[in-house]
């Protein structure tokens, strides 16, 4: 039952949606101002998804966001009606997301949060179930990812004991961006006892293909 699951904290990483600096891929195919409002329509529809547990008081929120310098983040952040935000920084994706979980370190425990969620804002039909199905399988689990369809993967959620111990694991010998990093991610946990489970697969929206192949599902 929803009392009885751990609080997590949803770290979601953002871009800023300015014209020419998101979705260059798909700005190709529909032109850099619409690809400009396609990011800010689906960063928008996240948060409204991920507020929805929030005033369960199932998650709380952090933005991680690039783009921007720290006036305008904390501007934007306000706009979008979130409180707490971080810079993501330098680095491959992978240096940012554990960038964003040291950072955070410190608020989860003083508000006792043990578990932490990252996603993205690729997601147009991202729900409030795929969240709260993540918060209810830390409870068994360590580890829980959400396959994309292009081998990486739209979501990666932390237990608390990778967390205290082994939060290099998936972080390491893995080349973001390529085909391959949902299966190195698993790789990297191979020698150990931590217990990780699926998602659905999910169609990160990138390019005009990704929009036709999530469209042709629903034909």
Not at 51 to 64: G, Q, T, W
Not at 167 to 172: A, E, M, N, V
Request: with cysteine; net charge positive; aromatic share 8%.
């Amino acid at each position: 039952m929803i009392y009885e699951l751990d609080k997590a904290l949803l770290i979601i990483m953002v871009k800023w949606h300015g014209y020419s600096r998101c979705k260059t891929r798909l700005s190709k195919d529909i032109g850099k101002i619409n690809s400009a409002r396609v990011q800010s329509l689906m960063t928008k529809h996240t948060i409204s998804v991920a507020r929805s547990l929030e005033e369960k008081r199932l998650i709380n929120i952090s933005l991680a966001i690039s783009g921007l310098g720290p006036n305008n983040s904390r501007r934007w952040s306000n706009e979008l009606g979130i409180k707490n935000f971080n810079l993501q920084g330098r680095g491959c994706l992978g240096e940012r997301m554990k960038r964003q979980i040291l950072i955070n370190k410190k608020f989860c425990i003083h508000e006792n949060i043990k578990n932490i969620i990252l996603i993205g804002t690729d997601l147009p039909d991202l729900c409030h179930l795929d969240l709260l199905n993540t918060i209810k399988e830390l409870k068994q689990n360590d580890l829980i990812l959400g396959p994309s369809n292009d081998g990486g993967y739209w979501l990666i959620a932390f237990s608390e004991r990778i967390l205290s111990t082994h939060l290099y694991l998936p972080f390491i010998n893995i080349k973001w961006s390529k085909e391959n990093v949902l299966q190195n991610t698993i790789n990297n946990f191979s020698s150990t006892n931590f217990k990780y489970k699926f998602l659905h697969k999910k169609i990160d929206l990138d390019t005009i293909e990704d929009i036709e192949t999530r469209n042709n599902q629903f034909v």
